[in-house]
């Protein structure tokens, strides 16, 4: 998958269609909403796919597409996640890139972003909890701030 943006709070199918409409000219049937499996083999290939958490994990709700979803918004993944966060006024996380698996950008709903650290046990069940930031995040003024240590700066 190209795009994996997980939001910690509810996403509604109808406001996502809305946008992804309006914004990007996605047809409202090309976003299939529900658990993957639920999914019919033979359904047409969906251009994004919003995926509901299975109970009640910290950013349980994902937005994933692949080439269909990159050229309809001409976006990379972050940038997307911004364009949403501030649309919907959800935070969202997306892979940062690095090595490091607890380590994601978080964006907040004002589009500002940075650099955090989750709780690597609690994402081993699939729930991804934020520990702190690794840098301050303009829209995140109540988020701890620990930096990384030097010898573990990548990036």
Known sequence: MRYRIHF???LPADVLRRFLLTE????PEAV???????????????????????GGEGFGWILTGDAGLAAATGLREHDLAVSLA????????????????DRWLLVSTDGSSGRVLTDEDAAADGDLRIVHALKPI?????????PPPDWARDW
């Open 8 to 10: 910690d709070a509810d």
């Open 24 to 27: 990007y000219g996605i047809a």
């Open 32 to 54: 299939y909403v529900g658990r993957v499996e639920d999914r019919a083999v033979d359904d047409p290939r969906p251009v994004a796919m919003l995926i509901p958490p299975d």
């Open 86 to 101: 501030r649309a919907v006024g959800v935070r969202a996380l997306v892979d940062d890139g690095s090595i490091h698996p």
């Open 138 to 146: 303009s829209g995140e003024p109540q988020l701890a701030v620990v």
